[in-house]
């Protein structure tokens, strides 16, 4: 896959809010950050096959990408490390009034 001009990466932000862009090898696929739903879905879903985990996380958060991320394991394993760093989580605090 040929990289994403900037007017490209522009209206994916517009569509999707933050966009990643996450290379393995030769091969490239851009990302949006996943949804609470899809979170959960994982969660469950990742239970009884750990790696179902990513698998639903790199459905949800596709955006734009070469398909052998998806299907070739290699590259699907590749990808999976870096899955983790698509969910923010803000700091909280607590007090007690």
């Not at 569509?15 to 739903?37: A, Q, S």
């Not at 596709?62 to 983790?84: C, H, N, P, Q, R």
């Amino acid at each position: 896959m040929e990289n994403l001009s900037k007017e490209q990466i522009e209206a994916l932000k517009k569509k999707h809010g933050e966009i990643f862009k996450v290379e393995v090898d030769d091969k490239v696929c851009y990302l949006k950050r996943p949804t609470r739903k899809a979170l959960s879905l994982a969660a469950s879903q990742g239970q009884r096959d750990p790696l179902k985990y990513n698998e639903v996380i790199l459905a949800n958060c596709w955006v734009e990408g070469d398909e052998e991320i998806k299907t070739d394991d290699a590259y699907f394993l590749g990808v999976s490390g870096v899955l983790a760093d698509l969910i923010e989580v803000k700091e909280a605090s607590l007090k007690k009034l």
